[in-house]
């Protein structure tokens, strides 16, 4: 698995251009040969059937709009918005929602 923008679908970086990640219509679509199109607001909801919340999340600095998987989007803000946290600071919710809970990392087998 690639350590620059991982592919949620094949885990290659995605900086190479091979894989893209796009929301439409409440719907994840993926230019990667392993994608599979899901609903974004059900799969990003942890449940024993689906332990895994890595989505696509729509980048919420203004007039970015980057889409990104959920596991890549702190890199992404970090890398191309140094400020982030300022600019974001009355979007908690939005904060806690790129975090990767205990619960779900256990569930992954992630030390």
Same mark, same amino acid.
């Given at each position: 698995? &690639?350590?620059?923008?991982?592919?949620? #679908?094949?885990?290659?970086?995605?900086? %190479?251009? !091979? /894989?893209? =990640? $796009? =929301?439409? &219509?409440?719907? !994840?679509?993926?230019?990667?040969?392993?994608?599979?199109? #899901?609903?974004?607001? !059900?799969? !990003?909801?942890?449940?024993? *059937?689906?332990?895994?919340?890595? *989505?696509?999340? *729509? /980048?919420?600095?203004?007039? /970015?709009?980057?889409?990104?998987?959920?596991? %890549?989007?702190? $890199?992404?803000?970090?890398? $191309?918005?140094? &400020?982030?946290?300022?600019?974001?600071?009355?979007?908690?919710?939005?904060? *806690?929602?790129? $975090? =990767?809970? =205990?619960?779900?990392?256990?569930?992954?087998?992630?030390?």
């Amino acid at each position: 698995v &690639s350590t620059d923008y991982p592919c949620g #679908f094949c885990g290659q970086s995605m900086l %190479n251009g !091979a /894989c893209h =990640i $796009r =929301i439409h &219509s409440n719907k !994840a679509i993926s230019t990667c040969k392993y994608a599979y199109t #899901f609903v974004v607001s !059900a799969t !990003a909801k942890m449940s024993k *059937v689906n332990p895994c919340t890595n *989505v696509p999340e *729509v /980048c919420k600095i203004p007039r /970015c709009n980057a889409v990104h998987w959920k596991y %890549n989007m702190l $890199r992404h803000l970090m890398d $191309r918005h140094p &400020s982030w946290e300022e600019i974001l600071s009355n979007e908690e919710q939005y904060r *806690v929602s790129l $975090r =990767i809970s =205990i619960e779900e990392q256990e569930k992954l087998g992630v030390p």
